[in-house]
């Protein structure tokens, strides 16, 4: 049974260019979580969607990111005109439907570096 | 106030020893309660989950739950050089999403 799936595992974008981040949760999971994590610092959470549907993006800037997660395919971060302070490592989890149980489980991450 | 705090450690450990690590939380309305142990430059890999008051044990790792004080605990039994790393406590909050604290560096020497 495959785990949270996300690639790239390491991307290099100059400042100015977009970055798309793509997760694919484990098989059986419908939720979705992305989350940023800074050097030095906590796990930070950016957005919680379902299929076709963003739940909660209280955590996500207001401006240059948008998260997807449709019908068919993966999860998508998106972080438009990307500036150095982007860089982090983004983590995605994935968890079973709610009702089932509430672990998230986390996928290897995709660092990213705007330079 | 932080949501949820750690100490930020290190905790120097000798190997064979019981690692002990403190969570507290600000959300009375959390239910679900998670460590994670993240190794340096790699993702966090859930170690114990616990919902219910009380202790719950899986091999070498207890965690410990106290809602009414707003505490959850982790106890690592026999630390091993392995067991080196940040251990990172997560709450549920009342709107599904999970709260980090900033992680517990434990460093477990021979």
């Known amino acids: 049974n495959a785990g949270v799936m996300q690639n790239p595992r390491h991307l290099v974008r100059r400042r100015g260019q977009e970055a798309r981040l793509r997760c694919s949760p484990m098989?059986?999971?419908?939720?979705v979580y992305w989350y940023r994590q800074l050097p030095e610092e906590g796990l930070k959470f950016m957005v919680y969607?379902?299929?076709?549907?963003?739940?909660?993006e209280s955590g996500m800037p207001k401006e240059r990111f948008s998260a997807e997660f449709p019908k068919e395919g993966p999860s998508i971060l998106r972080i438009q005109q990307v500036v150095r302070g982007d860089s982090a490592a983004y983590f995605c989890?994935?968890?079973?439907?709610?009702?089932?149980?509430?672990?998230?489980?986390f996928g290897p991450g995709t660092r990213l570096t705007v330079t | 106030q932080k949501e949820v705090e750690q100490n930020s450690g290190p905790l120097s450990v000798p190997e064979g020893a019981i690692a002990s690590l403190n969570c507290t939380y600000s959300?009375?309305?959390?239910?679900?309660f998670f460590w994670y142990r993240q190794y340096s430059g790699k993702s966090p890999e859930l170690i114990m989950f616990?919902?219910?008051?009380g202790d719950k044990e899986d091999g070498r790792f207890t965690a410990q739950l106290n809602k009414a004080s707003q505490y959850v605990s982790l106890l690592i039994r026999d630390s091993q050089p392995s067991d080196s790393a940040t251990y990172l406590c997560?709450?549920?909050?009342?709107?599904?999403?999970?709260?980090f604290g900033a992680g517990t560096q434990v460093v477990v020497t021979p």
């Open positions: 989890a994935s968890s079973p439907p709610q009702g089932t149980s509430y672990e998230q489980y």
């Open positions: 997560a709450v549920e909050d009342s709107w599904g999403k999970l709260q």
């Open positions: 616990i919902y219910s008051n």
């Open positions: 969607l379902q299929k076709e549907n963003i739940i909660d």
């Open positions: 098989k059986g999971h419908s939720h």
């Open positions: 959300d009375r309305g959390s239910q679900s």
